[in-house]
Each structure stands twice: as C-alpha cells, then as structure tokens.
C-alpha cells in the first residue's frame, strides 16, 4: 500500500507552498487507494507553537484533506531518536563536535578553501573536521566540563562500513529534473549534525526514523529537498532501515522568483481564506 505524509513544523501559519505539498502527497495516496499521514516536526520547542499546530490543522481541514490520528509528533518521541542515535555510536560512527560557527570558518579561511567547501555542501562550508581526530580522553574531559557540542557522523567511516553503492528510486525532479534510479552521494555533506547537546535529533535522523516508524513508503515534498536524500539515504543504510521511494515536485514560487517561506511572510492560507478564497481557489494558485 502506499503510505504518504505531509510533515509541517509549527513555527508559523501555511502558505501556498505548504499547500501544495499536502496535496500533492494526499492526492498521491488517494490515486493508489493508499494512506496519508500528518507528522508534525516540532523537534525545535523553542520556535514551535501549539497555536501553530492548531492553525495547521484547521488549514488541511479546510482543504479538504483527512488524516489517520493520533498525529506523530517529534517531541514525543525522542526516545526513537536516542535509540537511533546509539546504534550509529555503537558502530563507532558519531564524534563529538565542540567547535563554534566562528571557529569552523576561521579554520576553513586558513585553509583557503571556502569557495569549494561552499561549492560541495548544499548545507553550506564542508566541516573540515577539526575534531574528528581529538582523543577519546580529550573528548570526555570536555563533555564532563559541560561544553557545548554536537554529535557529526564521521561520512567516510559510514560510507566505509557500509561497503555498498546507495541508490534510492526519484519519481520526481531528481538531479537536473531527471527522474529513475539515482545515486546517492552522502560525502557532498561532509560530517553531519545529528543532533546536539541541547537537541536531541537532527532533521536528516528524526525524518528517517518517522517515515520508517510511520510506515511511509512514496516521499513527496518540494525538489529543494532534493539534496537531503542523499545523506538521509546513507543513515537508513547504516540503521537497517526501509527506503521509500521519493518524488520531489516543482516548488511555488511568488512574484519575484523565490519560494514561499514564513521568513519572508508569505500570503497564508488563513489570509486566503479569510479574503473569501476557496479551496478550488488554492488549487488552482498552484497549479494542481
């Protein structure tokens, strides 16, 4: 059966773009006779609002889409996490990372290769990997001196004990808008962020484990994600988990060129709606 899921974070009201990622992934399972499923991505509890949460609701209702309930929300499950967390450490895959945003770029411009970092990483600089090599002893000291860290994944290590080609199946615009089986290529990442002291998950392991745990087998969201599959592709190979297949889509765009964003306080569909929109209305702004 095919299982879909839309995975907002309450952290603002939604705009046309969100909306046409719901649809898209709830016509999907609709087509096959399938199931949708809402997950909400509140991982972050110092941006996400239950108000939001409430208003996300209430938009998908209004536009026509049902969901099996209780919803998944990250915030209840960080035990999932965890657990995930600790099989990648039990491989000796995960170190912790103590530098500063100001120190990876210090030591980046010393090594005179910004440009190219940029160039490779969708995320931004590669991180050279300043403490990847730091003593176990070192490390511990400074964990027990409460310093502030993150947990990275050692890419190569990974990549190594896998001893495999990943490939995942896009359905979508995939590289270069193309679409069939393509190859992942987790290293453009460099060593990852999964989670931190203050934050138990990154984004890249919490939407592996939910999709697996939800049973979600056809990704749909915008082909700006496009790059994350490759090193969400990597962790559910070293964590034994399902691939599903994915299917990135066209994204929204407003007047100017650029994607909706709440950053950028983007017409929300609660504005629509209270203008007199209908949901037929919505459909048709984005092309659906």
């Known amino acids: 059966m095919i299982v879909t899921r839309f995975a907002p974070s309450p952290t603002g009201f939604l705009h046309l773009g969100h909306a046409c990622a719901a649809l898209t992934a709830f016509e999907a ?7 949708f ?7 972050d509890l110092t941006r996400c609002r239950p108000d939001f949460e ?3 609701f209430e938009d998908l209702r209004w536009l026509g889409l049902s969901w099996p309930v209780p919803v998944r929300r990250q915030s209840e499950h960080f035990a999932d996490y965890r657990s995930a967390l600790n099989g990648l450490d039990s491989l000796g895959l995960l170190y912790p990372c103590f530098c500063t945003r100001k120190e990876i770029a210090e030591e980046i411009a010393r090594a005179d290769f910004a440009p190219e970092a940029a160039e490779l990483s969708p995320e931004g600089p590669l991180y050279p990997g300043i403490c990847r090599t730091l003593t176990t002893e070192i490390r511990r000291a400074r964990i027990a001196r409460g310093d502030a860290y993150a947990l990275r994944l050692d890419v190569a290590k990974a990549l190594a004990s ?3 080609e990943l490939i995942f199946d896009e359905r979508g615009h995939g590289a270069n808008g193309e679409s069939g089986i393509q190859a992942a290529r987790p290293e453009i990442f460099g060593d990852v962020v999964l989670a931190r002291k203050e934050m138990p998950t990154s984004y890249h392991l919490a939407v592996v484990v939910d999709d697996a745990l939800q049973g979600v087998t056809l990704v749909t969201r915008g082909e700006d994600l496009f790059p994350a599959t490759h090193i969400q592709r990597l962790l559910q190979g070293l964590l034994d988990l399902p691939t599903p297949v994915y299917a990135h889509h066209r994204l929204i765009l ?3 060129g650029r994607k909706f964003s709440k950053r950028d306080r983007a017409p929300t569909l609660r504005n629509l709606r209270q203008s007199g929109a209908t949901p037929e209305d919505v459909r048709v702004m984005i092309g659906l």
């Open 254 to 256: 407003d007047r100017s």
């Open 54 to 56: 409430a208003a996300i």
């Open 162 to 164: 896998l001893g495999r």
């Open 37 to 43: 499923h809402l997950r909400i991505e509140n991982i």
């Open 29 to 35: 399972a609709r087509a096959a006779d399938g199931s």
